[in-house]
């Protein structure tokens, strides 16, 4: 072995000397010319690392517009038949327990429904809205809840319900983006699709670091003659780390165009007005509306009068006049919004109530009542992600055609 590599040795050696001689007959331009380039380098990766590749990943932003307050549902639904009804998996009515039957237990009062004295005028009415509702239908209107980035889990809920885009309408009820693994798929999910939404206190959230990412004037709302155009964020704020400001950081242009487009409370048309734990169909129907947080009682007569970050965060009433909102849950002497607007709402005729849809109250889970219907379930705190799909039936044998509803859950995963 050695024998063989003798004469390799030497010519090696040989190659070492030719090299080193004739570098150093070039040695001091070549120590400047390294230096000079080495600090070019150097100076190159400082450009591109801190200026030019954060602003290449830097999404075109442009200037958000005015949340729109209340927006109206412009389909309807159509009738379906029993046999339509089979085939959705809907004809074996399941009522699924609400989460905590602690405090507030006064939200279930099942036979008050047939105290109230205009029924039958109202059944009268529903005749002619029906025939309307039916040109331009849906056949089922699917609301979830607090989606939270969920993707998977929000797949499997919507495949365990067999939801078809051509047919059914579907409302995410806000904070379907932040805290969850998959925002980003949730939202293009939604964009592709044509999913419609509300706005959520995340989403919210969400524009406010993106605004203030961008150096854009904050969000605001459509028809409130508010101030808040004056607040400009004006230093870009490159150092926080909150997840919401880097979520915001990365939404392109139409991402943040459809957060934009969620409407604080959306006008739903008619829902069933009953029980939902004794859902067999009911004639009687009531205006109904979705929001994330919840509704103001004392502020329905026009829905635009609401104050969007009440509906957005509150979850109790303070006294002494309970129209004044809190979202902390311990505040002193505070009741929860619900229970209040059920007894306001019990004094009011069939025609003027108002059955809301929400989500936001994950900690008190899955809430259905006769007024309003909780369905935020803690998907992301390894809870269940709820939807309650509503829909309108034909009656056997030329009976009236009813209004129908039903919550699905999946667990979370
Ligand atoms: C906004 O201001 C205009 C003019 O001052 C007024 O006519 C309008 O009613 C206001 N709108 C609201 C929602 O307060
Ligand atoms: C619904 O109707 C079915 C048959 O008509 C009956 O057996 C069932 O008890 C009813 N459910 C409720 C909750 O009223
Ligand atoms: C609540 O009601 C009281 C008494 O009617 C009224 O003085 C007060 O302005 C109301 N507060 C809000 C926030 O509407």
């Known amino acids: 072995m050695a024998n063989e590599l003798t004469p390799l040795k030497s010519n090696d050696e040989a190659d070492d000397y030719y090299l080193e001689e004739e570098e150093e007959e070039w040695s001091q331009t070549a120590i400047y010319a390294m230096w000079g380039g080495g600090v070019a380098v150097c ?13 290449v990943y830097i999404p075109v932003a442009r200037p958000l517009d005015g949340v729109v307050k209340v927006a109206e549902l412009d389909v309807g639904l159509s009738v379906l038949s029993p046999k339509r009804v089979k085939e959705l ?3 074996k009515f399941q009522f699924i327990d609400n989460d905590k039957k602690d405090e507030d237990e006064d939200d279930y009062e099942v036979d008050e429904a047939n105290k109230d004295g205009n029924d039958y005028e109202a059944d009268e009415q529903e005749d002619g809205e029906h025939a309307v509702s039916t040109a331009n239908g849906v056949e089922r209107y699917i609301l979830v809840g607090d989606v939270h980035g969920e993707y998977q889990n929000l797949q499997r809920l919507l495949k365990k319900i067999s939801y078809n885009k051509k047919t059914d309408y579907l409302l995410l009820l806000g904070d379907f983006i932040t805290k969850g693994p998959d925002s980003l798929k949730v939202l293009d999910w939604a964009i592709e699709n044509d999913v419609d939404c509300i706005l959520g206190n995340h989403e919210y959230y969400v524009l406010q670091n993106y605004a203030q990412f961008h150096n854009l004037y904050a969000p605001f709302f459509q ?6 155009m004056e607040t400009h964020f004006s230093t870009r704020d490159k150092f926080n780390n909150d997840p919401e400001y880097l979520l915001a950081k990365k939404l392109q242009l139409h991402q943040v165009e459809y957060i934009n487009k969620c409407s604080v409370i959306k006008r739903l048309g008619q829902v069933p007005f009953h ?52 979202d902390d849950p311990h505040a002193e002497g505070a009741i929860g919004w619900t229970k209040i607007y059920k007894n306001k709402q019990k004094a009011l005729s069939l025609k003027d109530k108002l059955v809301v849809y929400y989500g936001h109250d994950a900690r008190r889970g899955l809430r259905l009542s006769k007024y309003t219907r909780g369905l935020d379930s803690r998907c ?34």
Request: aromatic fraction near 10%; charged fraction near 20%; include cysteine.
């Open 275 to 326: 029980n939902p734990e004794a859902n067999n169909g009911t004639k009687r129907s009531v205006q109904g509306a979705a929001v994330h947080a919840g509704l103001r009682w004392d502020l329905l007569a026009d829905l635009n009068e609401q104050e969007p970050m009440d509906n957005l965060e509150m979850r109790k009433l303070l006294p002494p006049f309970y129209n004044e909102t809190t």
């Open 380 to 413: 992301n705190a390894g809870g269940h992600l709820s939807a309650m799909i509503i829909w309108k039936e034909a009656g056997a044998k030329g009976k009236k055609v009813v209004y129908k509803e039903q919550a699905f859950q999946v667990e979370c995963k």
């Open 223 to 228: 028809d409130l003659n508010s101030t808040s």
């Open 89 to 91: 998996g809907l004809d």
């Open 43 to 55: 100076l190159g990766m400082l450009y591109l690392f801190i200026f030019f590749l954060p602003s």
